[in-house]
């Protein structure tokens, strides 16, 4: 029983990265203009992060220095201090956008004021922070996010063309017409998957839980079942968009249209839980920025750190994700829409990935720091394919958002 | 030398406010085909609606949501002014825009309350086929 709640980091971990604000409403997008053709993006995006949270956890493990100990280690401290700021601007950027949505989310369920929501949403995340130890908070967001699986049944029961699907899973150069909104959506798509605050929260959690080399079985069997999790939802996503709004020529640009995609086969009660699902992956997704900020920070610093210890025991953690919320609701006061918000977080995400996913790669495979734990030739290389690509499409990824303003169709 | 830089800072941001935007046939195609997904999902969403299978709260809230998009189009598209070659097909859009934020204020309490009124697709229908004229002929 013990193991299979340890699960819930991993699918926690997935589905707040995988299945927030903005990859709900992109890949819908995606969807809605390249039918199935973008499935491969998912499914390159899934091998991707289980590599490297594979490794991250190996790493925390074994060499007992979870992400920004690495990067300060192997970067040095000036880039590595450019790396913190970066990382941590994106984290305080997508919280924000994710308060957004858990306002809009409940509004849409109780009709009540979107503002009042806000800050109630906040201050719920906060106590909620305060109250719960990092294996309740985990257990809390990863279960409650599989109510996200009714995007899945609802994609399914709309009966896909299969065939169309098998055929998306092989990457394409290019779709007739528009080869700029397409390496958008597929550069958008692989970086929404890959977020830096995956690693950072799944790394520290390796941590916060104890594991110990004997867990490196778990570490795998953990970051791959959350992982296909979140790349099935997201599937169901793209499945949705292309099922739904291809045909009617809806290009879906709100929270509540992606969201009434995943109720559309059904009835009232298929609303609900999409609403729910929903509010839980993007609530796991704040709390996943917010505490990344504080163990970045605390981790870059040497400060101690750990929501399984006494909020007084590490008061500098503490401090920095609770300002990283405050500061997050400042923005989200702010008026912004939480989508421009969390565009912008996607494709700057991409710009500064390479920075934290090569001094991960180092590491592992480094024999000094990991002994006989350290990086099979496989996984080198397999993990430098990915890098390699993760550093291409860092490089496209202004230049696309440029030349489609935003993926503007 | 800050005061300098702030005055010519403050003057671009000024300039860039109240000029208003050129809109060329390529910015007005990608005004269409927003406007006409807009309508397109109002429809579908009525439909939905229609069948019972939305909750007011979501009803009210999405159709909100749909309304001020159409309303933040309607505003953009009034302060800006159309390259010489588009200007009927620009004042025949900004009309249809206006028309179908129209539509989505009004129908937003009324479809709340009253599932059934379907019939408010009718009218979005022909907004929608409006715009996809224009579109054509762009």
Aim: include cysteine; proline fraction near 3%; aromatic fraction near 10%.
């Amino acid at each position: 029983m013990k193991k299979l709640l340890g699960i819930t980091l991993g699918i926690m971990t997935a589905l707040g990265g995988f299945v927030d604000l903005g990859q709900i409403v992109f890949t819908t997008q995606a969807g809605a203009l390249f039918a199935y053709g973008l499935l491969w993006t998912i499914v390159l995006g899934s091998v991707a992060i289980i590599v490297y949270m594979e490794m991250c956890g190996r790493v925390a493990v074994v060499a007992k220095e979870p992400v920004f100990a690495v990067v300060r280690s192997r970067l040095g401290f000036r880039l590595g201090l450019v790396t913190l700021i970066a990382s941590n601007l994106l984290n305080l950027i997508t919280c924000a956008a994710e308060l957004g949505g858990i306002a809009i989310i409940l509004h849409l369920l109780t009709g009540w004021p979107e503002k009042a929501l806000l800050a109630g949403g906040a201050f719920a995340l906060a106590a909620l922070l305060l109250l719960l130890q990092f294996e309740w908070i985990e257990r809390t967001f990863g279960l409650s996010g599989l109510l996200m699986i009714v995007f899945a049944v609802s994609a399914v029961a709309l009966h896909p063309d299969w065939r169309g699907f098998a055929q998306g899973l092989l990457p394409k150069a290019s779709s007739a017409g528009r080869p700029a909104l397409y390496w958008y959506f597929a550069v958008g798509i692989f970086s929404a998957m890959l977020m830096e605050y995956e690693v950072h929260f799944y790394s520290s959690g390796a941590i916060e839980e104890d594991w110990t080399p004997r867990d490196l079985g778990e570490n795998f069997m953990v970051a791959s079942l959350g992982s296909i999790l979140g790349s099935l939802l997201t599937a169901g996503l793209l499945v949705l968009g292309a099922i739904i709004f291809l045909p009617r020529h809806i290009f879906p640009d709100l929270l509540s249209t992606a969201i009434f995609a995943g109720a559309f086969p059904f009835a009232q009660k298929a609303l609900l839980l999409s609403l729910l699902g929903t509010l839980a992956c993007i609530a796991g997704a704040a709390v996943e920025t917010a505490l990344s900020g504080a163990y970045n920070l605390c981790q870059f610093f040497n400060f101690e750190w750990g929501k399984s210890r006494r909020a007084r025991e590490v008061p500098i953690y503490t401090l920095s994700w609770l300002v990283m919320l405050a500061l997050a609701l400042l923005i989200a006061f702010t008026g912004l829409r939480p989508l421009q918000l969390v565009n912008v977080s996607i494709i700057f995400g991409m710009v500064i990935m390479p920075l934290t996913y090569y001094p991960i790669l180092r590491v592992a495979a480094d024999r000094n720091v990991m002994g006989k734990h350290v990086n099979s030739r496989f996984d080198t290389v397999i993990g430098t394919v990915f890098l390699v690509l993760i550093t291409l499409a860092a490089a496209a990824a202004i230049p696309l958002m440029v030349v489609t303003h935003f993926g503007k169709p | 030398m800050l005061r300098l830089l702030a005055t010519v800072a403050i003057a671009i941001l000024l300039c860039g406010c109240s000029r208003q935007k050129i809109v060329s046939p390529d910015d007005l195609r990608s005004d269409l085909t927003a406007a006409i997904s807009l309508a397109s999902e109002t429809e579908t969403f009525i439909n939905y609606v229609g069948q019972q299978r939305a909750t007011s709260n979501f009803t009210e809230g999405h159709l909100a949501y749909l309304a001020q998009t159409a309303r933040q189009s309607a505003k953009e598209l009034h302060s800006s002014t159309p390259v010489g070659s588009i200007a009927q097909q620009f004042s025949a859009t900004q009309k249809a825009i206006d028309a179908l934020a129209y539509q989505l204020a009004t129908m937003r309490y009324q479809l709340a309350r009253s599932p059934s009124a379907a019939d408010s697709t009718r009218n979005l229908g022909g907004i929608r086929q409006t715009l996809q004229q224009i579109k054509a002929s762009l």
